[in-house]
């Protein structure tokens, strides 16, 4: 089936009676009330902090990211701290259009310290065409809408076939969100995909499990 190159770092908020409440339950009021870039910061440290930073320096590392977390300077410094013990992807989950003129130049700044970047959920939402034109990526991410349907819709696999061209004409990885499906993955495949994230494979997991399954390269 392939081997693990990376893992997406995500916050999951456990309450005292060890019940797990989804993301999409808290996520909202965490960004309404600008606390992303304490919560970002603060899964950065945890993994700074934690084994698996002696695991592998080949390791993709990816944790959602927005404008606003960008500009943040404590961000900024988790990110330099992190970047030399692992391959750093920062993936920019937006819920509405980019409105600073400087995040292009901000983006510079990170890549010149080795930090990639990664174009999330895109063919949905506010990732449009213009993201791949006035910005570098590094990854473009397919929405899993699109893996869902790829099965009993060939409309699809066009999109699908037709995203990594365009990838590959813009030097970014493509990453298939979402495959849930051996079905899924083989038809991924046959379109010229080769990374791949999703319950097919595994579900979130502790740092400590993951360590356990995780093989360096």
Known sequence: MGY????????????????????????????????TPLVTQSLMKQIYQSPLML??????????????CLFDDNIYKESLQLAPHCKLILEFTESTPFSNPDVAERMAH??????????????????????????????????????????????????????????????????AEGVEKRKQMKILKQCGIKRYQGFYFYKPMSVENFMNIYIPC
């Open 55 to 68: 695991q592998s320096q080949e390791l993709k590392l990816s944790f959602n990211l927005t404008e606003y």
């Open 110 to 175: 990170y890549h010149n310290n080795g930090i990639y970047f990664a174009l999330d959920d895109y063919g949905t939402g506010y990732s449009a065409p213009h993201y791949l034109t006035d910005y570098q990526f590094d990854y473009l991410k397919i929405d899993h809408s699109f893996v869902e349907q790829i099965e009993h819709n060939p409309k699809s696999i066009y999109i699908v076939e037709c995203l990594v061209l365009l990838a590959q004409k813009l030097h970014c990885t493509v990453i």
């Open 4 to 35: 693990i190159v990376g893992a997406e770092v995500l916050a999951r908020w456990i309450t005292n009676k060890g019940e797990i409440i989804a993301p999409y339950l808290f996520i909202p009021y965490v960004e309404k009330k600008k606390l």
